[in-house]
């Protein structure tokens, strides 16, 4: 069932979603140079660059490509001590409580998987880790990255080492890793902010640390949670980057830039919660979650000026989008004349229990992201409208429940063989009850981007569900069901 009323029901007939916000833009007269593309000579343009047909994927007589594979699985995590006997003695202090640390986080380069165990609770010995790819063990302990020494202890904390790291991004051309770090002890048992918030980058190959930036205090809230991050690169200058990093408790976005070693805080309505979409209902528990905006996403324009940010808050079924040009005007956001609010916009609706943490977009321009509520991994090829039956789900779950619990982070890698990989947790379990230690409780799990799609409706070589020529973007209030 689906509720509207007129006034608030409004269509934009547009080539893509794409250009939704280029028209969007010069209504409201905004003066972005770099977007003046002329719609009535763009068609070609548009197909044949951003949209442009894949080959069609290859069967694989070697794997199924056609599914998710299990690269690690963990009933719980055990780090990589330098010693037996420090282990031993981590555990006994209580700086290491085996049962406390919970994979959050998921990223990928070469051969390493990056992972977060954030402090939600006491006895968590480090907050990003890695391991390497492939593995010979499923289940191995996990290396503090870079190193232990880079790991501040809960306890008199030093808030230059790491604290505790939510999430990750990897930028693949300047080869870094970044991670938002939040600052943030026991924040299930009693949110304590030990150190700022700060944005941290590695250079891959050496593992040293090449950027560390502290927000300042006016751009953090009381009850802040800086729990995701996303990269822009700027024609592919690494010394031009961008970082877009949510609050999550706090509704906003705070864009950093690294030329400018500043950073500014973006607002928008449509980064809070919805009400209905924050009453959770997974593995028996019932709990509420008011989080705000969270999931983020860059579209792969020709140039990244024509770069749009997919976004969605956590406790919502709605995906909305914003030119990344508006973000990193900072005059417009430290200054505050012009009215930015209707330039952010919705894009449609993923309909009840489509909750969604993280997304990412592969070079196919085929948006992935993670059905929190449903246990399932969404896709979306963004050249399409955003509706339901445009909207694809990749796990064909046959009577086997409990492989992902919680699909709670995604990646796309950057390889030439593309690969989508989720990371699932069982978070609401770890929170609200007990987590099962003699049951697989954490998994990663990797599918080819072009074999996971093929047969569903995000493959970009079918057409759009009613074969429109032109796709029509509405802007919906109200709920449909
Ligand atoms: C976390 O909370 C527990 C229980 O309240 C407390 O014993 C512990 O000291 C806290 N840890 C930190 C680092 O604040
Ligand atoms: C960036 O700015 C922060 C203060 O906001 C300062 O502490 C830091 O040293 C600066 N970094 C560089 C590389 O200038
Ligand atoms: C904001 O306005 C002031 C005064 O009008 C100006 O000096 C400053 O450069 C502006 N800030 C930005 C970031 O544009
Ligand atoms: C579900 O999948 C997991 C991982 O492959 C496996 O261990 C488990 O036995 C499966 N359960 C059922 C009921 O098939």
Not at 77 to 104: C, H, S, W
Not at 318 to 344: A, Q, R
Request: charged share 20%.
């Amino acid at each position: 069932m689906c509720l509207y009323s007129a006034n608030q029901f409004r269509i934009y007939v547009m080539k893509s979603s794409y250009f939704t916000i280029i028209t969007l833009l010069s209504i409201v007269g905004l003066r972005y140079n770099s977007i003046g593309v002329n719609a009535a000579n763009s068609d070609q343009s548009l197909l044949s660059t951003h949209f442009k047909l894949q080959n069609p994927p290859m069967p694989d007589a070697k794997r199924d490509s056609n599914l998710f594979q299990i690269i690690n699985e963990w009933k719980y995590m055990d780090f990589e001590y330098p010693t037996f006997v420090e282990r031993q003695l981590a555990i006994k202090n209580g700086d290491f409580i085996p049962k406390n640390n919970l994979p959050l986080g998921i990223d990928v380069y070469g051969n390493r998987l990056f992972i977060t165990t954030p402090r939600w609770k006491d006895g968590v010995p480090a907050s990003l880790v890695t391991v390497t790819y492939p593995t010979k063990e499923i289940s191995p302990p996990v290396k503090p990255y870079p190193s232990w020494q880079a790991h501040s202890s809960p306890y008199n904390a030093d808030c230059s080492k790491l604290i505790s790291v939510y999430r990750t991004a990897v930028d693949v051309q300047c080869n870094r890793l970044w991670a938002i770090d939040s600052g943030i002890v026991n924040a299930t048992v009693k949110l304590n902010q030990i150190c700022p918030p700060k944005i941290v980058a590695f250079d891959l190959s050496s593992d040293e640390m090449l950027v560390r930036y502290q927000l300042p205090e006016s751009q953090i809230k009381q009850d802040s949670l800086h729990s995701n991050i996303a990269v822009d690169i700027r024609n592919n200058d690494c010394s031009d980057a961008h970082v877009f990093v949510t609050d999550v408790w706090r509704f906003g976005i705070v864009v950093y830039s690294l030329l400018k070693n500043r950073s500014w805080r973006v607002t928008n309505y449509n980064f809070s919660p919805n009400p209905l979409a924050s009453d959770f209902n997974v593995y028996g528990l019932n709990f509420q979650w008011l989080d705000g905006v969270f999931g983020m996403s860059l579209s792969n324009g020709p140039r990244s000026s024509d770069r749009v940010l997919y976004f969605h808050p956590m406790a919502s079924y709605k995906e909305f989008m914003v030119s990344t040009d508006l973000l990193l005007d900072e005059s417009l956001w430290t200054n505050g004349t012009v009215d930015t609010s209707k330039l952010f916009i919705s894009i449609g609706d993923r309909g009840l229990n489509g909750q969604s943490s993280t997304s990412g977009i592969a070079r196919n321009g085929v948006m992935f992201f993670t059905q929190v509520h449903r246990d399932n991994v969404g896709c979306w090829d963004t050249s399409k409208p955003y509706k339901r039956s445009n909207l694809g789900t990749l796990l064909k779950n046959s009577g086997n429940e409990t492989l992902i619990q919680f699909p709670n982070d995604l990646k796309i890698d950057q390889e030439q063989r593309q690969g989508v990989w989720v990371i699932s947790n069982r978070l609401p379990i770890y929170l609200y009850s007990q987590l099962d230690y003699s049951d697989i409780n954490f998994r990663i799990l990797r599918a080819d981007v072009d074999g996971i799609i093929a047969s569903t409706i995000c493959n970009p070589m079918f057409e759009s569900a009613r074969k429109e020529k032109f796709t029509v973007v509405s802007i919906e209030e109200g709920q449909c069901y």
